[in-house]
Every structure is written in C-alpha cells, then in structure tokens.
C-alpha cells in the first residue's frame, strides 16, 4: 500500500507556513520583512493505518510586514509549491501531484492571506486567515510565538487540519480508515526585518 499521507500533511503546512509568517506581518508603514528560505522549515505529519507519516515542503515564499508593537496592522501572505511536497519516497511523492491529491497541474500553489493579528503576550500570537488549497478555502487560526535574536526573527507554531475540507485524497483515499483526516502543521520561519519585540 502506498503512503499518502504526505499530501494531507502538506496541506497542514501550508496553513502553518502561512500563519506563521502572519505571525510576523506589519503595517504598511513599518519596513516589510523577508523569509530566509534556508532557514525556515514547514513540515506536516499525519497518521496512515496508524502510523505517523511526516513531510515537508521544499518550495515556499511570504510577503510580510509585521511590526510586533502593532501586530493588528500586521498583513501576511503567504504562497506554497505544492509540487515542492515530500515524504523521502520517490513512488509517494509522484503519487500527491495527481488530481485525487494536490492536483498540481491545475493548483500549483496553496496559500495564506492573514485576516487579524492577535498579541497574547510573551511573544505569543494568534494568527487568522484564509488558507487556500486546491480551489478550496477555510478559515484557519494559528498559534505563533516569535523569539528574536542576532537581527532575525524566528516564528515557530503548529496546528490542525482537516485534509478532506480540501479535498485531499480523493476517492479510495477518503477512507478515514487508511488515512487519517486530521494533518498536524508545524513551522519554523525565520525573518529579517521584523521591529523588535
């Protein structure tokens, strides 16, 4: 049997990846910060049979501008190649571009627009928004904490989704059963630019 529990679980960092860097987004008047791609992960895990299966995805951009005084007039957004998904399994891998999967040909890209930019305190955000994937969209909330340190800043946080909302694995795939619904997201973003905390 195939493991494809890759593609649900890069739907999951997608929304991760874009909440994250949210976390981070500013006003239009503060400088507008940048992803250091290498240097900046979003990986997903997610159960097939049972067994925990992780990803990444290798290919991801963000516009942000954040200030952390202001986080309410902070904007993000965020895009994902998915294409870029990966599992380390060449036969999985070639699975998730297909139509019962990303459907890459049709739906290069996920994406992330923030909506609302919360402060909890101690570094700690709450980030809403729109995460897109496969022509689908929902409303996401993600829970960022953002350390700062040499004049970077690093946003990490994880969260839930649910792949068939998506339409991620469609047809056999959309047996709960085989491959679990829910895909945990987890990120860590690194950016310069971001005001100090």
């Known amino acids: 049997m195939k493991t494809l529990s890759a593609p649900l679980i890069s739907l999951a960092v997608l929304a991760a990846a874009g909440l994250v ?8 008047q503060a400088a507008v910060a940048k992803l250091v791609p290498a240097q900046s ?4 895990v997610s159960k097939q ?7 990444k995805f290798k290919k991801f951009d963000a516009q942000v501008a954040f200030d ?18 990966t599992i380390g399994d060449r036969e999985t891998d070639a699975e998730m571009v297909k139509p019962e999967w990303f459907d890459v ?4 890209q996920a994406t992330f627009q923030s909506t609302t930019i919360k402060a909890l305190g101690g570094g700690r955000f ?18 960022v904490t953002l350390t700062q340190a040499g004049g970077s800043s690093t946003a990490t946080g994880a969260f839930a989704i649910k792949r068939l909302e998506f339409k991620i694995g469609a047809g056999e ?25």
């Open 21 to 28: 860097a949210a976390s981070g987004a500013a006003h239009a």
């Open 68 to 85: 952390p005084k202001k986080p309410e007039t902070g904007k993000i957004a965020f895009a994902i190649d998915t294409g870029s998904a």
């Open 105 to 108: 040909a049709k739906f290069p």
């Open 126 to 143: 709450e980030v809403a928004g729109k995460l897109g994937i496969k022509g689908n969209s929902r409303d996401v909330l993600v829970p």
């Open 173 to 197: 795939w959309g047996d709960t059963s085989m491959v679990a619904d829910e895909v945990q997201v987890k990120f860590k973003l690194t950016l310069t630019g971001v005001g100090a905390l």
């Open 49 to 55: 049979m049972g067994v925990p299966v992780q990803g």
């Open 41 to 44: 992960e979003i990986g997903f």
